[in-house]
């Protein structure tokens, strides 16, 4: 890559303002540092990610709302987490969790568990309890 | 307010941006791409059955922390880790330290960085930043990869050194304890190559040049596997891997071309400098690669062909690197 090539397409740090380091040759052939505001490919490769995170989230909100699956696995999704990760910040093991994700235990779950929840996901616990109404 | 005289430097991957800033403070005068060559940072790994983010698992880099921990060993330096059970654990260490005016290299998760754009923002736990300072509730934050510096509070901090998932942090921190007077730089590089032309040439299908190979031959059959929509998917996961923040740009190739420029003008050898240039042809034929792949998720055709003319890309990169390290290996 040539300094002068470092891509400066309009991408997703602009929100920050924020622009990245890349390595390049200079005029005379001598490796340079120059700031890139982003490229092509990368913002496709990030809307193809969001675009399938999005989708993945909107049908465990249907899922959700209909009680195949409890809101937890929603909002799991929501924190873009997975089942280790959301097992990590709850402090229990993965199966443990992933019950947590049926309708059934999800109804007869403790209010303190309610509540870990909540603080994880940074929503009122009522936000949770309540999704269905 | 407690504030260590320490120099922000910006630099493309978290890791070495903190070593190098690390090192430069105690005074030992080494760049980014002179860190990751020493530490061997360059790499290419798939690991069969993982998944990460639903896709594959590519890395075109060491685990986190090897960099870092390759390149002290080589230089003599020796480097002291601590990991915490309790949060207020973790920040009495890190305010002795502040105290004691040593700047301190943190491992944290990316997820609840607040200065952060909210696409880059995801659980992704071995992002690296050095302290080098407190103004009351306030860290001063110096992130390799922002162009300046950033302010957390001891909660916002306490967030992100406590993340939990894949390489849970633990509040980890990291600074050097002893510094050699006499360091010998030459002898690194030649370590530091020597360790990434075994790697690169691994006899494991799935490790450097045969890895970039392995995952060649896959794209073709991903199609019919799993999929037009879930193959676009993966493609723009190895265009992730390999060319977001972090990388450089070309998968951490330029990087490894401006550590092999250097290195031929400090060891007075004319052939890395010719080695340099082949690695950023390699580098450019990456940016390619991705930029071809992120067309063919955008217009989403399933033509087959794009898959094939895509694999044989990769093939072409992966037969070139191979050679590629051969001859550096036979150099050294």
Not at chain 2, 248 to 277: C, M, V
Request: glycine share 8%.
């Amino acid at each position: 890559m040539k300094k002068d090539e470092i891509p400066q397409d309009s991408g997703r740090l602009e929100e920050k303002n924020m622009k990245e380091l890349c390595y390049a040759v200079d005029e005379s052939g001598k490796y340079a540092t120059g700031l890139s505001t982003g490229w092509e490919a990368k913002n496709i490769a990030l809307d193809v990610t969001m675009e399938n995170l999005n989708q993945q989230i909107e049908e465990a909100k249907q899922d959700a709302i209909k009680g195949i699956k409890s809101p937890i696995y929603y909002f799991m999704l929501l924190n873009r987490m997975d089942l280790s990760v959301l097992a990590g910040y709850v402090g229990k093991p993965r199966w443990i969790v992933k019950r947590h994700f049926k309708p059934k235990v999800f109804k007869r779950l403790k209010n303190s568990t309610l509540n870990k929840y909540a603080e994880i996901f940074e929503v009122d616990v009522n936000t949770i309890k309540n999704f269905n109404e | 307010m407690n504030k260590i005289d320490f120099i922000h430097h910006q630099s493309a991957h978290c890791e070495n941006g903190v070593a190098s800033n690390i090192l430069k403070f105690n005074g030992i005068d080494i760049n980014e791409p002179m860190l990751f060559g020493i530490g061997s940072g360059l790499f290419y790994i798939c690991i069969p059955f993982l998944k990460v983010n639903q896709a594959p698992a590519i890395s075109y880099r060491p685990m986190p922390g090897f960099i870092f921990s390759r390149a002290s060993k080589r230089l003599n330096i020796k480097i002291k880790r601590e990991r915490f059970s309790t949060i207020d654990k973790s920040f009495d260490a890190l305010d002795r330290n502040i105290d004691q005016g040593i700047a301190t290299g943190l491992q944290v998760g990316v997820y609840h960085l607040p200065y952060f754009p909210d696409e880059y923002r995801f659980h992704f736990n071995a992002h690296n930043l050095v302290v080098y300072g407190k103004e009351g509730n306030n860290y001063l934050i110096s992130d390799p990869v922002m162009e300046t510096t950033s302010v957390l509070t001891r909660e916002e901090l306490a967030k992100v050194r406590f993340a939990k998932g894949v390489f849970a942090p633990k509040g980890h921190m990291y600074y050097p304890v002893e510094i050699p007077t006499e360091i010998d730089l030459p002898k690194a590089i030649i370590g530091g190559i020597k360790k990434t032309t075994s790697e690169m040439l691994a006899p494991v299908p799935f490790v450097g040049a045969n890895g970039i190979k392995f995952v060649a031959k896959k794209i073709p059959g991903w199609a019919k596997k799993v999929g037009v929509k879930k193959t676009n998917h993966y493609l723009a996961q190895i265009i992730r891997m390999q060319e977001e923040i972090g990388t450089g740009g070309g998968g951490f190739r330029f990087i490894y071309a401006a550590f092999l420029q250097q290195s031929g003008e400090l060891l007075n050898k004319p052939e890395f400098l010719d080695f340099s240039q082949q690695m950023t042809v390699i580098g450019d034929d990456w940016r390619d690669f991705a930029l071809k792949a992120s067309r063919i998720c955008k217009h989403r055709d399933n033509d087959t062909n794009a898959y094939e003319n895509l694999s044989e890309m990769m093939l072409k990169i992966a037969a070139k690197e191979k050679q590629f390290f051969k001859d550096l290996k036979k150099s050294i």
